[in-house]
């Protein structure tokens, strides 16, 4: 009988196991390439194994795509001949493919006259014009997957009592030091104020227990809620719309221009912030914040030069999607991952402040137990300008890694140096941003930390037709030589409603000595998954699905690592997609080869 809880594919405190199945899958690779004709540097497929030239970096991708030698094919499009949208997660297949020919599939393709729940219409199509109308061809190779429509909101009151903490979550990712903050209301239920904001330190091996202190502050701002249809307009009574609470007083609309209106006007919580510093790396604590009687769980990052499992998430929002999101990642937490990154588009509040509040309540159970890194995506800057992200989850210590700003920064954790860069801040090479970005790059000692990862919230690649590669263009092409130089071995984006995985790019081609680059903006928002994906990039494009879900990264040790993807809809224990990562040589500060 399967367990669900998920077993990582690698477990980071023992490097062996990893090295047994890592190897066992290199060798089976190169038994099967031995079989073919390789040419140094020039890719060929054999049998769903990419083979180049030698580099400082090997790529196996196990999970076999979608036939893309087919879908390029020039076909004309014949005419859809509409099969009925099955029941989610009850099938295999949703066509008749009785007498269906090598060159056709089943195609899982969006409901264009459907735009706002966006279901999924499944008709025989050829495969060419499948992948270029943005479908996936349902075969072996693919899920079960069946798109559905718009997730329901998730809006958590607050259930704890006055001056007690809520929407706690633990910023961080370095091996030595954790930022506690969290929220409270500014008196205690008999009315006196809460006096203090601290945190208290136990050390679970020892029992020494140190105590830290920090601040606290509350923020004003003008609830002005990004106009979609009417969901500016709120309305008095119980009932909830897409950006949150409703107040008393009828209808009413909140604009910029209605400062003098009480209504409109949003005071938070007070927020508290401790920085704990000098921790022990890879350690089991437990933590009590003031006012607060319980002691909450945290284990802090493996110090560099250990191994280390990332999980990766992006676009997460508070829907039942969300929440989904949240349970898998948490199970994952339990079984090794030690620290997270969330590529921005937290809450989707969109300047109905409020859902702030909602946001960090959902999401506490995941972050008050694992270390988190965030940056910010559009939903906190548009309307908003980062104000709320900034006051409650904005990196704390930026000037740790020489950076000018809370919205781009590095760390060292691990095996790995991580850059976290912000997608809507000045990219140019006159910039504050790319001179930090190219200083922090030439810093990094590949002895102590052999992985270099990279994120941001707008992806720079991608075949999506909803966030197209055109929303990053600039920054990609300022800085993206940066990138390459230094040899970033993976780097992730958001924003797109989706999975994708590329394979090794630059300058928008395939290139030994390139990037993987991987979409992972599928964690749950309320907007649905994005539907669409442009025929071009083919040749690039390994693996696509417009579904939920998040990724793990495990990076065993200076030669090996494992990518895993899994998809909200499966089982825990699976793995949707998934890619080994080998380095041939450790130190080596550029080339990617796929093999």
């Given at each position: 009988?399967?367990?669900?809880s998920?077993?990582?594919?690698?477990?980071?405190?023992?490097?062996?196991?990893?090295?047994?199945?890592?190897?066992?899958?290199?060798?089976?690779?190169?038994?099967k390439?031995?079989?073919?004709?390789?040419?140094?540097?020039?890719?060929?497929?054999?049998?769903?194994?990419?083979?180049?030239?030698?580099?400082?970096?090997?790529?196996?991708?196990?999970?076999?795509?979608?036939?893309?030698?087919?879908?390029?094919?020039?076909?004309?499009?014949?005419?859809?001949?509409?099969?009925?949208?099955?029941?989610?997660?009850?099938?295999?297949?949703?066509?008749?493919?009785?007498?269906?020919?090598?060159?056709?599939c089943?195609?899982?393709?969006?409901?264009?006259?459907?735009?706002?729940?966006?279901?999924?219409?499944?008709?025989i199509?050829?495969?060419?014009?499948?992948?270029k109308?943005?479908?996936?061809?349902?075969t072996?190779?693919?899920?079960?997957?069946?798109?559905?429509?718009?997730?329901?909101?998730?809006?958590?009151?607050?259930?704890?009592?006055?001056?007690?903490?809520?929407?706690?979550?633990?910023?961080?990712?370095?091996?030595?030091?954790?930022?506690?903050?969290w929220?409270?209301?500014?008196?205690?239920?008999?009315?006196?104020?809460?006096?203090?904001?601290?945190?208290?330190?136990?050390?679970?091996?020892?029992?020494?227990i140190?105590?830290?202190?920090?601040?606290?502050?509350?923020?004003?701002a003008?609830?002005q809620?990004?106009?979609?249809?009417e969901?500016?307009?709120?309305?008095?009574?119980?009932?909830?719309?897409?950006?949150?609470?409703?107040?008393?007083?009828?209808?009413?609309?909140?604009?910029?221009?209605?400062?003098?209106?009480?209504?409109?006007?949003?005071?938070?919580?007070?927020?508290?912030?401790?920085i704990?510093?000098?921790?022990?790396?890879?350690?089991?604590?437990?933590?009590?914040?003031?006012?607060?009687?319980?002691?909450?769980?945290?284990?802090?990052?493996p110090?560099?030069?250990?191994?280390?499992?990332?999980?990766?998430?992006?676009?997460?929002?508070?829907?039942?999607?969300?929440?989904?999101?949240?349970?898998?990642?948490?199970?994952?937490?339990?079984?090794?991952?030690?620290s997270?990154?969330?590529?921005?588009?937290?809450?989707?509040?969109?300047?109905?402040?409020?859902?702030w509040?909602?946001?960090?309540?959902?999401?506490?159970?995941?972050?008050?137990?694992?270390?988190?890194?965030?940056?910010?995506?559009?939903?906190?800057?548009?309307?908003?300008?980062?104000?709320?992200?900034?006051?409650?989850?904005?990196?704390?210590?930026?000037?740790?890694?020489?950076?000018?700003?809370?919205?781009?920064?590095?760390?060292?954790?691990?095996?790995?140096h991580?850059?976290?860069?912000?997608?809507?801040?000045?990219?140019?090479?006159?910039?504050?941003?790319?001179?930090?970005?190219?200083?922090?790059?030439?810093?990094?000692?590949?002895?102590?930390?052999?992985?270099?990862?990279?994120?941001?919230?707008?992806?720079?690649?991608?075949?999506?037709?909803?966030?197209?590669?055109?929303?990053?263009?600039r920054?990609?092409?300022?800085?993206?030589?940066?990138?390459?130089?230094?040899?970033?071995?993976?780097?992730?984006?958001?924003?797109?409603?989706?999975?994708?995985?590329?394979?090794?790019?630059?300058?928008?081609?395939?290139?030994?000595?390139?990037?993987?680059?991987?979409?992972?903006?599928?964690?749950?928002?309320?907007e649905?998954p994005?539907?669409?994906?442009?025929?071009?990039?083919?040749?690039?494009?390994?693996?696509?699905?417009n579904?939920?879900?998040?990724?793990?990264?495990n990076?065993?040790?200076?030669?090996?690592?494992?990518?895993?993807?899994h998809?909200?809809?499966?089982?825990?224990?699976?793995?949707?997609?998934?890619?080994?990562?080998?380095?041939?040589?450790?130190?080596?500060a550029?080339?990617?080869?796929?093999?």
């Open positions: 009988m399967m367990s669900d998920p077993q990582l594919l690698v477990d980071p405190q023992y490097p062996s196991h990893m090295d047994t199945q890592v190897s066992d899958l290199v060798s089976a690779a190169k038994k390439a031995k079989k073919n004709l390789i040419i140094a540097g020039v890719m060929s497929f054999i049998g769903g194994v990419i083979v180049c030239g030698a580099a400082a970096m090997t790529i196996i991708s196990i999970t076999k795509p979608w036939d893309s030698t087919h879908d390029v094919r020039p076909a004309p499009a014949p005419t859809p001949a509409p099969a009925p949208t099955p029941e989610v997660g009850t099938i295999r297949f949703a066509c008749n493919v009785t007498g269906m020919d090598a060159d056709h089943c195609c899982m393709h969006c409901d264009a006259g459907n735009e706002r729940s966006k279901h999924a219409l499944f008709t199509e050829t495969k060419a014009w499948c992948f109308n943005g479908g996936q061809c349902k072996d190779r693919t899920s079960d997957y069946v798109r559905k429509g718009r997730a329901k909101d998730i809006r958590l009151k607050s259930s704890v009592e006055p001056g007690m903490p809520e929407q706690i979550n633990l910023i961080g990712g370095e091996p030595d030091q954790l930022v506690f903050s929220a409270s209301t500014a008196t205690y239920a008999n009315g006196t104020v809460v006096a203090a904001t601290q945190v208290m330190l136990k050390e679970v091996d020892t029992g020494k140190t105590v830290y202190h920090g601040n606290r502050a509350e923020y004003s003008i609830i809620p990004e106009s979609h249809d969901a500016n307009e709120f309305w008095d009574g119980e009932k909830w719309d897409d950006h949150g609470a409703v107040r008393n007083g009828g209808y009413f609309k909140c604009t910029v221009m209605t400062y003098e209106d009480s209504r409109c006007l949003y005071t938070s919580p007070v927020i508290h912030t401790v704990a510093q000098n921790l022990k790396p890879a350690t089991r604590y437990e933590y009590q914040i003031s006012g607060d009687s319980r002691w909450r769980p945290v284990r802090t990052p110090a560099v030069g250990q191994p280390i499992a990332f999980g990766i998430l992006a676009d997460l929002g508070q829907t039942e999607d969300s929440q989904k999101t949240l349970e898998h990642m948490k199970k994952f937490g339990s079984q090794g991952v030690s997270i990154l969330s590529l921005g588009d937290l809450a989707y509040a969109d300047g109905y402040h409020p859902a509040d909602t946001y960090g309540r959902l999401a506490e159970s995941l972050y008050s137990e694992h270390p988190s890194a965030y940056i910010a995506g559009n939903h906190e800057l548009k309307v908003e300008q980062n104000l709320n992200f900034v006051k409650r989850y904005g990196w704390r210590t930026p000037e740790k890694s020489k950076s000018f700003d809370q919205m781009y920064f590095s760390f060292e954790v691990g095996l790995a991580v850059v976290m860069l912000c997608s809507y801040c000045d990219s140019s090479p006159t910039s504050s941003q790319y001179a930090w970005l190219q200083q922090d790059l030439a810093s990094v000692n590949r002895s102590k930390t052999p992985w270099v990862v990279a994120g941001t919230h707008v992806p720079w690649y991608t075949s999506s037709n909803h966030h197209g590669m055109w929303e990053a263009k920054q990609r092409l300022s800085m993206e030589h940066l990138i390459n130089e230094a040899g970033v071995d993976v780097f992730f984006g958001g924003h797109l409603h989706a999975y994708e995985r590329m394979g090794s790019l630059y300058k928008n081609a395939t290139n030994p000595n390139g990037t993987v680059y991987i979409v992972i903006g599928d964690a749950g928002n309320h649905g994005a539907c669409g994906f442009f025929g071009e990039g083919s040749e690039w494009s390994v693996f696509r699905e579904s939920f879900g998040m990724g793990i990264l990076l065993t040790n200076s030669t090996h690592g494992l990518w895993q993807w998809r909200n809809q499966d089982n825990v224990t699976e793995v949707a997609d998934h890619l080994v990562l080998t380095r041939s040589n450790a130190e080596s550029s080339g990617l080869t796929m093999i």
